[in-house]
Structure formats: C-alpha cells, structure tokens
C-alpha cells in the first residue's frame, strides 16, 4: 500500500483558473477570425508591446540576425539539430509502404504522405525554448512537409536571435515574431498576410495550449499539452541529490509543474526531500520552482519496485525519470508514459535539450492513450486500392451486393451489381431491360 510522505494540493484549487482561460481563448479566436491581421495586431501590441510593419522576418533580417549570434552557440545548435534529425530519419525509415495482392489482380497498399503544411509553435517569454524549434521543424522537415510556418514571440521586445537562428537552421521556410493565441490562431485560421496551415505543433503556456484544443477538428495538432511533468522511481541504489536536482530541473518549468518521485524507500525519499529544501532558496528560478514543489510535489512510498511501476503507470506522466539498479525493466513493465529516461546516466533535461528525441511530449494523463510528437505526427497514412482482374471484380462486386442489402444500402449493393454484371454472369434485376 503506498505511502505519502509528501502530497499535493487538492485538484480542486488547481482546475478553477481554466474556464477562465477558455472564455478569455475563445474571444480572441472569434476576433482574429472576424478581423484578421488587424485583430493579430492589436493583441500583439497588447500582450507583447510588440507591432512591426511586418511581422515577417525578411531573408535580409534573418541572415543579420543569425550573424550577430555567437558561433559557439550556432555550433551548439547544428549539433542538436543533428541529433534530431538522425532520430526523426530513423522513425521516418521505419515507416513502410505497403501494397500487396489479397486476389488476383486485387492491389491494397498504403502510402505515407506528408501534410502539405505546418504550423511550429516556439515559446518565448521568459524562457526561449530554443530547443522546441528542432523539436517541431526539423521533425517536420524530415517527414518531407513542404511548408513550415515558424512563430516565436519577442521577448521584451527584443529580437530572440538564437531562437531565430535555430528556427532557420532547421528549416522554417517562414518566420515570423507573433506569439501567444494571436499567433496559433494567426497560422490555424490565417489572416491576410499569413497562409493557413492544416497542423499545429509545438508547446506553450496555458492559454497557447487551450488554443490549440479549441482549434483542433479544423486544424490537427500535435497533441494537447499542460504543464511540465517529471516523475521519478529510485530504489535504495539511487542517490538522493541526483533525484532531487533531477525534480527540480523541471519543477522549474513552471509554478504549476508537478514532480514526483515514486520509491521503494523511505529513507531515500526523505532525504531527497531534505536535499530540496536546502537547494531551492538558492535557485535562480525559484520563483518557478518553488510553487511547483510546494502545491504539486509529491514523494510516495511503495513497498516494491513492481509496485512502483504500477503507481507510475497511473500518474501517466510526460517524463519518466528510472534510476533504479536495473532501469531497463521498465521498458518491459511500464505501459503509461511519454518518455522513459532510464538510468542515472540520463536525465529528462538531455531530452528537453540535446539528446536527439523530441521533447513535445503528452501531459494531464494524455499518455494513457498517445505519445509525443514525432515524425509520424507530420504524415497521414492514406490507403489506395485498385481491381484489374476481372474475375475478381465479379466475386467482389457479388458480396458487395449481399453485404450492403443486409445493411439496407441499395445504392452501395447496385454499384456491385453493376460490376457482377459487366465482368461476370449475373443479371441486372432492378434495371428493367437490361441485359448483363
């Protein structure tokens, strides 16, 4: 039976502020809808103090900028691009056409497609997530979309030149400095001067978020995302300062960001407690982090490690951190997850900014049912068929005429019919004088 040695606020005090967000979404998409570019640039001028003549960068503006950013952070950024791309290649190479012969001269295949056009959602603020513009482009690019649309907001109304540098490097054939609803609403719907896109991808805050759900079934999306999450399962082998850096690298996310370590330790547990208490008066963000541990930490106690699978499972957490003497049992124990970091070795930060897979990954409990984005996201798997043999056509078109009658559908049953009667024996009843 587990055992809490640390538990959250109640759910009720975390769930009261979101209606208030969907009504706030909901207005501004009806305005950008009705208004366009103008209602675009009123709420940027509102929440961004920020209203250029364009909000597109220029290829002139681009290479300038990207000029000005330090070459080691250039480096940095190919090198992560890299890492991505290779990953999202492989994911990419897995992905099979398929075309086989159920009958003679009967051909069902499937093909991958990409959509002709995305949307990439980099967060600003005031955290540049840098990182998301791999995540989202790069992806893209290797699952062959043709046209990506890159937004990220100014930060305080400056220019985030890295980001920009990373949103170019990886692709993005437009960018624009837009961010928040306006700028999901900008590329969903599309305004005057900003082509529509079919998909939506990358993270955001609350309202970014409640966008994209209020959008999706016009648009696709990637997934539907809430704050950050990191959950921890150490046994008696893990060292307590590790799992406690560990759980605050992402409490820092946000004041709303849950961490959770699941132990078959007491001990352990409570010394990681300790060890965050003296570390989080020194964060430099910890006015983020802070809140975070305070309403949504938890520290649980199992009585065994199948027992913390188990207890994990059920949280269906974005980041599943393993620090265990034998990590790997997870991937054979462990259903409900968005990625597994297994082993002390590895950190959820290495996914969020270097590893190679994609850190736009399911929250709120969507692992129980989807994983994160990847290079299949980007593409839809559209099936074909094609009948030459006409025998087969024949047989086909007989069951089809039985099939849809039990089903009361004469129109469907007649379109076999028709082919029964060209390409074999049978007789055209229904259609007086005709002949087969």
């Not at 190919?78 to 056409?97: G, I, N, Y």
């Not at 390409?423 to 005709?434: C, F, I, K, P, S």
Request: aromatic fraction near 6%; proline fraction near 6%.
């Amino acid at each position: 039976m587990p055992r809490f040695l640390k538990s959250p606020v109640p759910a009720a005090q975390v769930s009261a502020a979101r209606a208030d967000v969907a009504e706030r979404v909901r207005a501004i998409l009806d305005d950008i809808r009705e208004r366009g570019d103008e209602a675009v640039r009123q709420y940027s001028e509102k929440f961004d103090t920020w209203g250029p003549e364009s909000f597109r960068l220029s290829s002139e503006e681009i290479e300038r900028i990207v000029a000005g950013v330090p070459q080691q952070v250039l480096d940095d950024i190919r090198f992560v691009q890299e890492q991505v791309r290779t990953f999202a290649q492989a994911q990419r190479d897995s992905m099979l056409d398929v075309e086989i012969e159920t009958l003679p001269g009967v051909r069902l295949g499937h093909r991958h497609v990409p959509v002709a056009a995305a949307g990439a959602y980099v967060p600003g603020g005031r955290y540049p997530l840098t990182a998301s513009a791999h995540m989202t482009i790069v992806t893209a690019k290797v699952a062959g979309v043709p046209r990506v649309v890159a937004c990220t907001p100014p930060i305080r109304g400056e220019i985030p030149a890295a980001t920009v540098a990373a949103m170019h490097l990886a692709g993005a054939d437009e960018i624009y400095l837009l961010g928040g609803v306006q700028a999901v609403a900008a590329m969903a719907l599309g305004t005057e001067t900003i082509g529509s896109v079919p998909m939506l991808a990358g993270p955001g805050n609350a309202y970014v978020a409640e966008a994209k759900r209020q959008l999706f079934g016009e648009v696709g999306i990637d997934l539907f995302a809430g704050p950050t999450e990191i959950l921890v399962i150490a046994d008696e082998h893990a060292d307590p300062f590790v799992v406690a850096v560990d759980l605050l690298s992402q409490a820092e996310h946000g004041p709303d960001s849950p961490a959770v370590l699941v132990t078959t330790s007491e001990e352990l547990g409570r010394e990681v407690e300790r060890h965050i208490e003296r570390l989080l008066p020194g964060m430099p963000t910890k006015d983020f982090a802070e809140p975070a541990w305070r309403d949504h930490g938890q520290i649980v106690v199992a009585d065994t490690l199948d027992e913390a699978f188990e207890i994990a499972d059920s949280y269906a957490s974005e980041h599943v951190e393993v620090l265990t003497e034998d990590p790997r049992q997870a991937l054979d124990l462990m259903r409900d997850y968005g990625a597994l970091f297994l082993g002390e070795g590895t950190c959820v930060s290495y996914g969020d900014k270097v590893i190679g897979t994609n850190h736009v990954l399911p929250t709120r409990g969507a692992a129980r049912y989807t994983g994160g984005l990847w290079v299949g996201k980007y593409l839809k798997t559209v099936t074909y068929q094609e009948v030459t043999d006409t025998a087969s056509s024949a047989l086909l078109g007989e069951v089809c005429g039985r099939a849809a009658r039990v089903e009361l559908f004469e129109g469907h049953a007649r379109s076999g019919d028709v082919r029964a009667a060209k390409y074999g024996d049978r007789t055209l009843e229904w259609n007086e004088g005709a002949g087969a």
